[in-house]
């Protein structure tokens, strides 16, 4: 009887071993299939993020933008419909390089992809395309639960320093590749914000979140939800991604 | 001409009243004036000082290191070439003060405001203690790592008392979002819209938190012995480095004024590319250069006023000269038929409103030296909210001895304007004419 307990013991924890071995192993393709669901290379894709903030003691704000993407040349057009004061704003990238524009002062300034959307926790980059493995290594992995749901969290570090966060968790569901959560950690390792991912959309056989929640873990109550609407993956003119058309639609 | 000149001092003195309250009216004028062109005499002089009390120098050295993928990071990570080049210029260095800066929002229970923050080796700056001063909590507890001093109103802003823990919120040098926390030293006092520059911890958290490493920082400042060594030893200095190390162009200041020097310096290093370091040296001077388009808008104003001021002057001389030459014309009459030419008539009028005009600019401008040299004696104190203006807590006053000089010539030849007609009228009369006239 003992020896076949013993035997047992073993071959669970064999098991276990080989289980964790391989989920080690599948870590880079589960990353791997984040990055290639959040790719529209060989596309053009635009949606409507519609972001409502809300902060201790003042009233919800409500910003809209409307994105244009072409992740083949590393391009966006950013244009802000809401709210109404800042109408005709809008953000430009090409390359590495991002630029704001401003319709009052009909001039364009120097931006960053990590500057914060209106007055909310989203940034630009929160909205293109990321390629993790590019841009983090895995530290770190194992199984866990998030609420019901069996997920994989895995632990990254920032491989360059051209990333917002240095350390990053993401929590995905076991069962079909869709991150649920992430958790941003600042370089000094403090945990800065959270974001869920409660609903997601199919597109062109590809799972997209349609609803994003940023929670300000350094702010007590701040937080943001983002909607996506009205996404589309049909051809862009090349003019959205220039300087004039931000330009033109101000006219 | 004397005799000429001896009646118009006469006929000034029979008047004495009259004389007294036009005088009084010019001496008036000019003493605003003076006051102003005083007042914006130091005001350069003063900020510039201050400020360089603030930053820690008069002339500032930085360096952009260009990395591999084409990103700037502000950092010095060797200064043995600078600190060469600074003691072989010769240039009269009080003190070198090493620095580390970042713009971040301070989190405390729900409050935060974005603020700068200065990092400062506070072992080597020992006048910082003696510059700012404490409303509460002491320097002492400044040796904790994280500990911070801010001003009364961003203290007051975040509502938080010395011992507490606030939060920071920022960047480090590659653009990485960071968290610190500090903990409050000491609360300051205000200094107005200045306060949001008198955040200061130690160098060595703040360069933990940008992500640089020990011993390396991000501004060197040079204290001079005295603002007026700072562009001769800038220049001195800057020879001196263009031998060792890769510099930007000194910044120049834009045809237009649209830019500062300092703005035309960091608008190059966008349009240039370099490898390794790049070091770029700039003056207080620079930074402010605007300050110099206060001084100069002072000035306009002190001409404005002083045109307007005796606009309204220079009509009440008018009719004044006009009466005396109503009250003098039998006088002028006797004058002329006792041979006085019409220019000796003229002459005398004129020489009469000259003396007035002078005697009034010279009253004016001593009231002005005497209400200046009051209002310098009033100590407002290093925490009050305009102290950027002052002087040790004084406001203090510089008359340029040339405006002085420039100011009296005006009102002498608008005076001089003023009494023309009168004084023409008076010239033309004829003695016959003059005589025969009634009051």
Do not use: C
């Not at chain 1, 019901?148 to 051209?162: F, G, H, P, Q, Y």
């Not at chain 2, 072989?88 to 229970?109: C, D, H, N, Q």
């Not at chain 2, 107005?192 to 200061?200: A, H, L, V």
């Not at chain 2, 000269?321 to 041979?339: D, K, Q, S």
């Amino acid at each position: 009887m003992k020896h076949i307990l013993r035997v047992a013991v073993l071959g669970i924890a064999l098991a276990s071993i080989a289980a964790t071995g391989a989920f080690a192993q599948d870590v880079p393709r589960i990353i791997a299939e984040l990055d290639r669901l959040g790719d529209f290379s060989g596309s053009d894709f635009a949606a409507i993020y519609t972001i409502v903030s809300q902060k201790p003691g003042e009233k919800d704000s409500v910003s809209q933008v409307r994105m244009f993407r072409r992740d083949d040349k590393k391009q966006f057009t950013l244009l802000v419909i809401l709210p109404e004061v800042n109408k005709g704003q809008g953000y430009l990238r090409e390359d590495d390089n991002v630029w704001f524009y401003d319709p009052t002062s009909r001039k364009f300034s120097f931006s960053s992809i990590k500057e914060n959307i209106q007055n909310s926790e989203a940034k630009n980059s929160d909205l293109v395309r990321k390629s993790i493995l590019e841009d983090y290594q895995v530290v770190g992995s194992k199984e866990g639960m998030l609420g019901k749901i069996a997920v994989w969290i895995i632990d990254l570090k920032a491989r360059t320093n051209d990333v917002s966060y240095e350390r990053v968790v993401m929590h995905v569901r076991k069962d079909k590749t869709m991150l649920l959560k992430e958790e941003d950690f600042s370089v000094s390792g403090r945990l800065m914000r959270t974001t869920l991912f409660p609903k997601y959309v199919e597109i062109s056989g590809r799972l997209m979140p349609s609803q994003i929640l940023i929670i300000d873990e350094l702010n007590p109550g701040e937080r943001s939800q983002m909607t996506m609407t009205e996404q589309s993956l049909a051809g862009l003119p090349d003019k959205v991604f220039t300087k004039a058309f931000l330009e033109q639609v101000n006219k | 001409m004397k005799t000429l000149a001896n009646i118009a001092l006469r006929n000034l003195s029979r008047q004495k009243r009259r004389s007294i309250l036009l005088g009084s009216a010019i001496a008036f004028g000019v003493m605003i004036v003076t006051l102003i062109n005083g007042f914006a005499g130091a005001f350069s002089e003063n900020v510039s000082e201050n400020f360089s009390n603030l930053m820690a120098g008069h002339i500032f050295l930085s360096g952009s290191e260009k990395e591999a993928g084409g990103k700037e990071l502000s950092v010095i990570r060797d200064d043995s070439a600078l600190t060469a080049a600074v003691k072989a210029s010769g240039a009269p260095v009080k003190y070198i003060t090493r620095r580390s800066a970042f713009t971040g929002t301070l989190i405390f229970e729900g409050k935060k405001i974005r603020t700068n923050v200065d990092g400062a080796d506070l072992e080597q700056e020992t006048f910082l203690r003696e510059r700012l001063l404490l409303k509460k909590g002491s320097w002492d507890a400044m040796t904790e790592a994280g500990a911070l001093i801010l001003s009364e109103k961003i203290a007051a802003k975040l509502n938080v008392e010395v011992g507490d823990r606030i939060l920071v919120q920022m960047q480090t040098v590659t653009g990485q979002n960071n968290v610190g926390e500090f903990t409050l030293a000491g609360i300051s006092y205000d200094a107005g819209i200045f306060g949001q520059m008198m955040s200061y911890a130690n160098l060595a958290y703040v360069n933990e938190l940008l992500g640089l490493k020990p011993g390396e920082y991000q501004t060197m400042g040079l204290m001079l012995d005295g603002l007026k060594h700072t562009e001769k030893s800038a220049s001195d200095i800057y020879a001196g480095l263009s031998e060792s190390v890769q510099l930007f162009t000194r910044g120049e200041k834009d045809e237009n004024g649209a830019q500062t020097p300092f703005q035309a310096l960091l608008k190059q290093q966008k349009k240039e590319s370099w490898e390794g370091v790049r070091y770029r040296l700039f003056t207080i001077n620079e930074v402010l250069s605007q300050v110099q388009q206060i001084v100069a808008a002072l000035d306009t104003t002190a001409a404005v006023i002083l045109v307007v001021l005796f606009v309204i002057i220079m009509v009440g001389i008018t009719n004044t000269f006009r009466m005396v030459m109503f009250e003098r014309i039998g006088e002028i009459g006797t004058m002329r038929a006792l041979g006085v030419q019409r220019g000796g008539v003229r002459s005398m009028f004129l020489l009469e409103a000259v003396f007035l005009a002078l005697g009034g600019a010279v009253v004016g401008i001593l009231l002005a030296l005497v209400a200046m040299s009051i209002i310098s004696l009033i100590n407002f104190g290093m925490n009050s909210p305009a102290f950027i203006l002052m002087k040790n807590g004084h406001l203090s006053f510089y008359l340029p001895p040339l405006k002085a000089i420039g100011n009296i010539l005006v009102i002498a030849a608008l005076t001089l304007v003023a009494v023309a007609s009168p004084a023409g009228k008076a010239a033309k009369l004829t003695p016959a004419e003059a005589l025969r006239t009634s009051k």
